[in-house]
């Protein structure tokens, strides 16, 4: 089993800068990659990006001159820089582990809201 621990959401203007982390404890061998979705009101969460322990990366839906993944080994720990952020990107932030494409766990979710 594993468990997830987000941080780093909040409010913030358009144009600020937001760095989510996403702390993993328990059986860290269950999984290769971490990532983040995002989830609208009323829609699906969607891929925003994933990295593997070993670097690659997949970033969905997500603007990567804007946003950035990282990992912190041994793979308990993985961070999204977000900077020019828009008022778009407001949702809920979730991490999750497990592979590039398939989540195997996730976190409970963070609030990332954009405005003025």
């Known amino acids: 089993q594993v468990e997830l621990v987000e941080s780093g959401g909040g409010l913030v203007q358009p144009g600020g800068s937001l760095r989510l982390s996403c702390l993993a404890h328990g059986d860290l061998l269950s999984f290769y990659a971490m990532g983040w979705y995002r989830q609208y009101p009323g829609k699906e969460r969607e891929l925003v990006a994933a990295i593997t322990t070993n670097g690659r990366t997949n970033y969905g839906n997500a603007d990567k001159d804007r946003f950035n993944i990282s990992i912190y080994n041994p793979q308990n720990t993985v961070y999204l820089q977000m900077n020019n952020l828009r008022p778009e990107d407001t949702a809920v932030y979730y991490c999750?582990?497990?592979?590039?494409?398939?989540?195997?766990?996730w976190g409970q979710g963070t609030q990332v809201t954009v405005s003025s």
């Open positions: 999750y582990a497990g592979s590039l494409w398939r989540p195997s766990y």
